[in-house]
């Protein structure tokens, strides 16, 4: 039976492992795990982002905690100059519940 529960919390947290979505935002390209473009209007976007708060309400695709310090993200991004340059493109949404993708052929980025 111990066992069992020692197989369940690694479960429970491999899965919030992988869906943590903190991040933090590098000077420069080389450094990013993912190059980023903010895109101006909300159809040209691969994922619709909201900025939480507090790292424990990045549950779920989309909401992204900003992290201080490159070790403490699950993922370092570089924000770039044109979309051209990205490897995702997002754009900032101004609530919680807009948040997720558009084109999920891309969600092998952040897993």
Excluded: C, P
Aim: charged share 25%; aromatic share 26%; net charge negative.
């Amino acid at each position: 039976m111990k066992q069992f529960y020692f197989l369940l919390l690694l479960y429970i947290l491999g899965y919030s492992n992988i869906r943590a979505q903190a991040v933090y935002s590098v000077k420069y390209d080389y450094q990013a795990d993912i190059k980023v473009y903010v895109v101006d209007y909300e159809y040209q976007a691969d994922l619709k982002v909201y900025k939480t708060d507090y790292k424990y309400q990045a549950d779920k695709d989309g909401l992204w905690y900003f992290t201080d310090y490159d070790y403490q993200a699950d993922k370092k991004i570089y924000f770039t100059d044109y979309a051209y340059q990205a490897d995702l493109k997002i754009y900032f949404v101004d609530y919680e519940y807009q948040a997720g993708w558009n084109d999920k052929s891309k969600q092998y980025l952040l897993h």
